[in-house]
């Protein structure tokens, strides 16, 4: 069965300085794709990144980066640059073969991101 | 491009009715999914459309239901409303076709059961 793994319930950082959320995955399909989602406190889920398992390159956007590493079944996010606006609910995602769609994505629990000035 | 837009955005109904729920997805996009996001349960899958047909369903109750129109938006209906219910429900929205696999959530309907 497909699981992720968030182990960081919340986390904080100061403004303008560098963060990693957690991600670690378990999955049989030997193609899949992660995401990582932002939850502002209004509800909507953001989509950040994506990453596929078959992607040579790690994935970027802008001020977030996902460190993929296939061996070790982890897909952490890395912020960098902190603003007071990266305040949220972090999720990180997968979606599988095996999970009976293409686009059914199996949910971690949540990092809640708080952002010191 | 519009967004992924949801109504209604709240909701609050008695226990014992049903209730609608409609998204509409990113123009172009034809896969809608949805979502039950409670705190003790997390974000947890409803069910897929895709051209009209429901391409996967998760472990709920035959409560809960959905469908797709021909424009590609969705609607999802639960009846007999229980106070569990009480939740945020997300729809996304995505190509369906495969890459690239990004989805594209819309603001969510929050429904208070009582």
């Known amino acids: 069965a497909q699981k992720i793994t968030q182990t960081q319930p919340g986390m904080f950082v100061q403004e303008k300085e560098a963060v990693t959320l957690d991600c670690t995955y378990d999955?049989?399909?030997?193609?899949?794709?992660l995401f990582w989602y932002k939850q502002p406190s209004s509800g909507e889920m953001i989509f950040l990144i994506y990453?596929?398992?078959?992607?040579?390159q790690n994935a970027t956007e802008g001020r977030y980066s996902l460190n993929f590493q296939k061996a070790r079944k982890s897909a952490n996010l890395v912020i960098s640059a902190s603003q007071l606006g990266d305040s949220a609910m972090y999720f990180c995602?997968?979606?599988?073969?095996?999970?009976?769609?293409?686009?059914?994505?199996?949910f971690g629990a949540g990092t809640r991101l708080a952002v010191h000035p | 491009k519009a967004g992924v837009t949801q109504t209604p955005r709240y909701l609050i109904k008695t226990r014992g009715q049903q209730v609608t729920l409609s998204c509409s997805p990113i123009?172009?996009?034809?896969?809608v999914s949805w979502y039950q996001q409670t705190p003790g349960q997390g974000l947890q899958f409803l069910f897929e459309?895709?051209?009209?047909?429901?391409?996967n369903k998760g472990n709920f109750p035959g409560r809960f239901s959905g469908r797709q129109f021909s424009n590609s938006r969705s609607e999802m209906n639960v009846s007999t409303l229980e106070l569990g219910d009480s939740a945020l429900y997300l729809c996304?929205?995505?190509?369906?076709?495969?890459?690239?696999?990004?989805?594209?959530f819309g603001p969510g309907t929050r429904l208070t059961v009582t």
């Open positions: 990453q596929g398992s078959y992607d040579q």
């Open positions: 999955t049989s399909d030997p193609s899949y794709g």
């Open positions: 459309y895709f051209s009209e047909t429901q391409r």
């Open positions: 123009s172009g996009h034809r896969s």
């Open positions: 995602a997968m979606r599988g073969s095996s999970s009976g769609g293409y686009n059914k994505l199996i």
């Open positions: 996304a929205s995505s190509l369906g076709t495969g890459p690239p696999y990004e989805q594209y």
